[in-house]
């Protein structure tokens, strides 16, 4: 796998997918920063990472969903590279219209940062396929705009095309399932989205963090199938 | 001349931010209040004559960036003074 991870101003999750990719592939990704007008053709993955480009200024990702980098990113969409926003990458997927629908502020109104449990809703795809069928998985969020939000429409689309890839869902392990139902959602999604695919299949965004749990030190190592998936798929 | 663009989250769009205004000026004695929306105004000064060119890039500018047609309607006031 070619991996590349976009860097914008106030990008502060490339590292831990730098860390993650280069244990799954076995040698670095190329940075490309925000200025850069095109991404090399030999790409066959490109990672979004999180953080708060641009301060979140105005709308989070709306600054970098404009930027040279991103024209890029959408023309490599077209022609069916592997595509994956995390976090603030995802806000930036739906600004620049790779995934339909929008991210807006939690229902709490509160910054929300712990480990969610997330069904993974199909396995067939470039980006599931290391997962068992039907797998709950944990990972950590950490955003104050993850609330997925999509007119009706999009929504029944959504459904109906199976591009649902992860939703949110209570703990099979807690002692408290009510409890654990409750607090299942973090941020108030639609349908307890947590994550979609775009239409073609080859582009992927979530609010949790998989990167962030490749390794048994940071509590799960559930996200580490994502890149374990598209290492399988690309090669 | 100068643009005011204003921008609101659509109807049917969730406004926790609006919620929690709403019961702030509640806590503060205000009472009959509903439907608490927050919104945003960006001003600019563009530099042309004709209030139709103003109103034009102020279009352009709003439909490229300043609103996300998705959650949000904007409108567009032109102050000539």
């Known amino acids: 796998m070619n991996a590349a991870l976009l860097v914008f101003p106030g990008s502060n999750c490339d590292r831990d997918a730098r860390v993650a990719l280069t244990r799954a592939c076995g040698h670095p990704p190329r940075d490309i920063w925000h200025t850069e007008c095109s991404i090399p053709n030999d790409i066959d993955f490109i990672l979004v990472p999180g953080g708060f480009t641009h301060g979140d200024y105005l709308r989070p990702g709306a600054m970098a969903a404009r930027a040279p980098v991103t024209r890029a990113l959408v023309a490599h969409a077209a022609r069916g590279t592997a595509i994956l926003g995390i976090c603030n990458g995802f806000q930036i997927l739906t600004e620049c219209g790779l995934l339909p629908g929008a991210l807006i502020r939690n229902t709490g109104i509160k910054f929300v940062a712990r480990d969610v449990h997330l069904k993974v809703e199909r396995t067939d795809t470039m980006f599931t396929r290391a997962y068992r069928e039907s797998a709950i998985i944990r990972m950590p969020v950490a955003h104050m705009d993850g609330n997925y939000f999509a007119d009706n429409r999009t929504l029944s689309k959504l459904n109906d095309d199976g591009r649902i890839a992860f939703r949110y869902t209570s703990d099979p392990h807690a002692a408290d399932w009510v409890t654990s139902a409750i607090l299942a959602n973090p941020n108030g999604s639609i349908d307890d989205i947590a994550g979609i695919y775009n239409e073609q299949m080859n582009v992927l965004g979530l609010m949790p963090h998989p990167e962030r749990a490749c390794e048994r030190i940071t509590g799960s190592t559930d996200g580490a199938h994502l890149f374990t998936s598209l290492i399988e798929h690309l090669s | ?81």
């Open chain 2, 1 to 81: 001349m100068k643009a005011v663009i204003q921008v609101r989250l659509k109807n049917g769009v969730l406004d926790p931010q609006g919620k929690a205004i709403e019961s702030a000026l509640e806590n503060l004695g205000f009472s009959g209040l509903e439907n608490v929306r927050q919104g945003k105004m960006i001003e600019v000064d563009i530099d042309q004559v004709d209030p139709k060119d103003v109103r034009q890039t102020a279009e352009a500018m709003a439909k490229s960036l300043l609103a996300n047609p998705v959650i949000e309607t904007y409108n567009i006031e032109i102050c000539e003074e």
